[in-house]
């Protein structure tokens, strides 16, 4: 009969040792996934930080009314800038 307590304890200890091994390696699995998603959002951040800035456009005064506008939208007359071709001088 001690035999077969023995056993069956040495197998119930296998068990929770290997279940035991399994949970951890499920954890460190786990924190790595974290780890990683992480750094892919802050290198989407990154990225897009860096996308604003190149999508920013200089802006310009206007000669004529002083509203800020722009730079593709520039009407240069005579070394000024205008808003608009209604706001630049006729010549």
């Known amino acids: 009969m001690t035999r077969v307590l023995f056993w069956l304890a040495l197998a119930l200890l296998v068990y929770f040792a290997i279940r035991s091994k399994l949970k951890q390696s499920q954890r460190r699995q786990q924190q790595l996934w974290e780890q990683q998603r992480e750094q892919q959002q802050r290198e989407q951040q990154r990225q897009s930080a860096q996308r604003e ?39």
């Open 53 to 91: 800035v190149v999508r920013a456009e200089p802006m310009l005064r206007c000669a004529q009314c002083g509203v800020h506008f722009p730079a593709s939208e520039n009407v240069p007359v005579g070394g000024r800038d205008y808003c608009s071709p209604a706001h630049a001088p006729v010549k």
